[in-house]
């Protein structure tokens, strides 16, 4: 298959983007969008021109590293689907794709497609942990928890750390991420006792880390490639006012 | 002669003294310990933050050790421990179904064939069971009983339920209740991490461990971190056959850079090929994803009868499969452990019985198990497997079987280290995949999430405190000496040198070429024709990588291409040296099978009289030198590894 490209090329994150434009040809319909690129860099490479910085790691839409906005759309066309899950059999022939970083105000460029996330890590670090340190753990099977309330824990538990929320968000909102945490850890009985606290800490650090508030639109919802329901958001809310 | 062997060096284990049961207790009870309020004047770095690195980090921290941490993803949660799908063994005997710490330790030295150290693997089984107590409290949401206790499932290669699982994303699960735990340290200052910061070398002065020298992945600056003690929590080193199931940044060179700084290298050469991955569809493929092993507790293996079958699975009558674990494995079947799975499959793919477009997969039939349990319960056990299958595929695996090859998977070997997971360098430590461990030849499923777990909340945190505390007091760590500067101008060089090639062959070119030469020939199965071979033409391939290769010519800021020559230059090494290691290993055992050591019916032969023994390399200026360490079982006697 044949495809135009358009990808936002920056040198670094001080200097002013522009979207440039590619050609890729005879690309197979089973190739990753990410080794699409791969190919498209080879030959940027042996062109002797700088190849595009993209992210990614495990290439299997579990570590949460890819993140491309394409065509207006987090992750691309494919509802629930990580970048790097998706494939070009998912796009027409000859068909310009559009290609753009997340983009929100605390996940700075660094280069072309590539973010800073370190606002994610800063919101679980005030408080989106049990405090249980190496060895206090009792037996396992003393605190019985039905499979239900674990089955909804895990809903929440799975958010890979992507941040296509904050970027589909018009508010650059992280609240499905931070719910997801407060919600996963909440529902089980062992993080019950520190909930108000990290509740109040991890609503407070996404507020000050720019983030915005949280209007229910629901974008969020529809990219996550993980399927987070918002209502964790309004669990969160609640016990947040409670 | 490709090696020269020392024979006047025996390595020390260090293995406490006392009866298998007690040696653990012994060493602790014997230990020597820091005081909590002098514990942070010592500074420990830990490059790696996957299971193994952040559960040490967190729990160094957490004692008062003042811990700084370095990954290379832009985040610590992303290392590749997330993608462990199945499950994580554990021995509770929550089933009442024969489990036992001595059961365990068994399987694993069995599953193993006998090439781990008994003490070591009696430990990695006798701390399983509070590893799932920790994780429960850190809210791992492991899978639970209606009744609402927890869950387990069976693996490959043993015949009890002792693996814990949380749906398909048991290693992602582990994984950030260690990454919190880490986190949470990280808020309270005692742990600074270090994201995006690639180490590339280690500094060592008078053959003692001192720091490392790291790169900063966004800005291109070098820098020196001096500490009391390194531990490497680097991972495997399986990206070196480039289509594996590990993540594009997996890499050997940390671990390659304290080996050439004088840490030894174990048994490299065993590498464990996983039975159920997607199989390669085509060139520009990056990667080849791993469809968990717990398939094969409810899915069935098979090929078509005569070879070059054109008709589609379904269409194919039952007369004419051939489920060849069933047949050839009658007692452990489908969960025959992956070597076994592994070399199977190739046998069958061989002799033309392959199935797909490009004849290099088998089948993994779920057709029996929906008939029976239907089609919710396996949805409910395998349903995202199943979604993942399809988005990748295309193809509905309800509807008509998985297609599955092997691919690789997992490094059992790495750095050497002894009882208290010190290398041969004093105060460098290497924990989880990055050293040779605890599996022997082969390891058995869901025994290495367990492993990195074990070595980094349990093992470190009692073992390292002791070399401390040798040290006596503790003086401010300085990284202006000259071994740091030295250290420093030779990475400098490096990055100056492949950067300035300017020739005509991308980085993933040579990479590409080294995977295929390795899977031919240091792969299923080697021969020292093949070995021979391919010793030669990776020489020829690095000439021409130090040649040939084109990279952009920037030092500064974000370079993916120099980052990745510097760790396919150390490929370049470290496949050779698996080469000569595999070459020097004239026996069949685990994963390294040896075509001129079989058994008439194409079984492994071991040969215990002559290589019950650990492999340990030292580097030298021109061939690796050969050190062994013998194995010693007091307390198992070695059988005949079969699973038929
Ligand atoms: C697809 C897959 C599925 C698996 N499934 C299972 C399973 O079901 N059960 C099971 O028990 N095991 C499983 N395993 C094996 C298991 O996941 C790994 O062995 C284990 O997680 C390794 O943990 P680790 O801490 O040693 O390394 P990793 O989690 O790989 O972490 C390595 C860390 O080192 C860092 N690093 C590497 N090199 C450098 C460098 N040069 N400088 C700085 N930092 C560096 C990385 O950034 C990362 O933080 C699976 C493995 C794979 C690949
Ligand atoms: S909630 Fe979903 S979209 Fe947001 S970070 Fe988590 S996985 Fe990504
Ligand atoms: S690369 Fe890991 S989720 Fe996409």
């Known amino acids: ?242 | 002669m490709y090696y020269t062997t020392d024979t006047a060096t025996t390595p020390n284990a260090k293995i406490p003294e006392g009866d298998l049961k007690d040696k653990w207790s012994n060493f602790k009870d014997k230990t020597r310990l820091i005081s909590p309020n002098n514990r942070h004047q010592y500074k420990i770095l830990v490059v790696g933050t996957g299971l193994s690195g952040a559960s040490a980090a967190a729990s160094l921290a957490e004692l008062g050790y003042n811990v700084s941490t370095f990954c290379f993803q832009d985040s610590p949660r992303r290392a590749h421990s997330v993608a462990a799908q199945g499950g994580v063994n554990a021995m509770k005997n929550y089933k009442n179904d024969g489990d036992s710490v001595y059961r365990m330790f068994y399987d694993t030295l069995k599953g193993g064939d006998f090439r781990a150290r008994e003490a070591n693997v009696y430990r990695l089984a006798e701390c399983s069971s509070h590893l799932i107590d920790q994780a429960v409290a850190q809210g791992v949401p492991f899978a639970r009983e209606y009744s609402g206790y927890l869950a387990n499932r069976s693996f490959g290669g043993v015949q009890v339920s002792r693996t814990f699982y949380a749906r398909g994303q048991t290693g992602q699960q582990l994984l950030l209740g260690a990454y919190q735990a880490m986190m949470r340290q990280v808020h309270l200052g005692r742990i600074k991490s270090f994201t995006r910061h690639e180490m590339l070398d280690l500094v060592t002065e008078n053959g003692v461990a001192k720091g490392i020298i790291v790169r900063n992945m966004d800005t291109g600056e070098i820098s020196r971190h001096a500490a009391h003690a390194v531990v490497l929590a680097t991972g495997g080193f399986g990206k070196i056959y480039y289509l594996s199931t590990l993540a594009m940044g997996c890499n050997g060179s940390a671990i390659w850079r304290a080996h050439k700084k004088g840490a030894w290298t174990s048994c490299p050469s065993w590498t464990q090929i996983h039975p159920t991955c997607l199989p390669q569809a085509g060139n520009y493929q990056s990667k080849l994803t791993l469809m968990s092993e717990s398939l094969r507790n409810d899915g069935r293996i098979w090929v078509p009868q005569t070879k070059n079958e054109n008709r589609k699975a379904i269409e194919i009558p039952e007369e004419d499969r051939d489920y060849y674990l069933e047949r050839k494995y009658p007692s452990y079947g489908n969960l025959a452990p992956r070597d076994i799975a592994s070399r199977a499959a190739k046998e069958r793919i061989d002799a033309g019985h392959g199935v797909g477009p490009l004849k290099n997969a088998v089948y993994l039939d779920f057709k029996d198990a929906i008939a029976t349990q239907g089609k919710d319960i396996i949805s409910k056990k395998y349903g995202n497997l199943f979604n993942m299958y399809e988005k990748i595929t295309g193809i509905n695996a309800y509807q008509q079987p998985m297609m599955i090859s092997p691919a690789a998977h997992f490094s059992m070997g790495g750095l050497w280290v002894d009882y208290e997971l010190s290398t041969n360098i004093p105060g460098l430590y290497a924990i989880g995949e990055a050293n040779f461990s605890d599996h022997g030849a082969n390891r058995l499923g869901a025994n290495s999430l367990l492993q990195a777990c074990i070595d980094g909340y349990y093992v470190l945190p009692q073992t390292l405190p002791q070399y401390l505390a040798q040290q006596g007091k503790a003086t401010p760590p300085e990284s202006s000496s000259e071994a740091f500067m030295k250290a420093e101008n030779q990475v400098r060089s490096q990055l100056e040198e492949l950067s300035g090639i300017n020739g005509s062959k991308t980085v993933d070119h040579f990479h590409r070429e080294l995977g295929k030469i390795l899977y031919d020939k240091c792969g299923l199965s080697r021969s020292a024709k093949g070995l021979t071979e391919a010793i030669e033409s990776i020489r020829v391939l690095r000439k021409s990588f130090l040649q040939d290769l084109k990279i952009p010519q920037v030092l500064q800021g974000i370079n993916e291409e120099l980052e990745k020559a510097g760790r396919v230059a150390d490929y370049l090494e470290i496949g050779e040296l698996m080469c000569i290691d595999a070459l020097s290993r004239e026996e069949s055992c685990g994963a390294h099978f040896r075509e001129e050591h079989q058994t008439p019916d194409g079984e492994a032969k071991r040969n215990d009289s002559d290589f019950s023994y650990i492999s340990c390399w030292k580097k030298n200026a021109d061939t690796p030198v050969l050190i062994k360490e013998p194995l010693q079982f007091e307390f198992t006697k070695p059988t005949e590894r079969s699973y038929k």
């Open chain 1, 1 to 242: 298959m044949d495809f135009k490209l358009k990808i936002w090329r920056q040198d670094n994150p001080q200097s002013k983007g522009k979207m440039v434009d590619y050609e890729v040809k005879k690309i197979s319909p089973d190739t990753s969008f990410l080794e699409m690129l791969d190919q498209l860099n080879e030959t940027l490479i042996l062109r002797g021109e700088n190849p595009i910085s993209f992210d990614y790691d495990c290439r299997e839409g579990i570590c949460g590293q890819c993140c491309l906005f394409i065509n207006g759309r987090a992750h691309g066309p494919i509802e629930h689907t990580s970048t790097c899950q998706l494939h070009m059999r998912s796009f027409r022939e000859g068909e310009t794709i559009y290609v753009e970083p997340f983009r929100a105000g605390p996940f700075p460029i660094k280069k072309d497609l590539k973010i800073d996330r370190q606002a994610l890590d800063k919101i679980i670090a005030s408080g989106g942990y049990i405090s249980v340190n190496t060895g206090q753990a009792p037996e396992a099977n003393q605190t019985l928890i039905d499979s239900d309330t674990v089955e909804q824990a895990f809903d929440a538990a799975s958010c890979i750390g992507c941040g296509a929320c904050v970027a589909s968000c018009k508010n650059g909102s992280a609240a499905l991420f931070t719910a997801a945490k407060i919600s996963h850890l909440f529902q089980l009985p062992q993080g019950k006792i520190e909930h108000k606290k990290r509740i109040k800490n991890m609503v407070e650090t996404m507020d000050q880390l720019g983030f915005g508030a949280c209007s229910n639109t629901g974008a969020c919802e529809v990219e996550c490639p993980q399927g987070i329901s918002i209502s964790h958001i309004a669990l969160m809310n609640r016990e947040f006012w409670k």
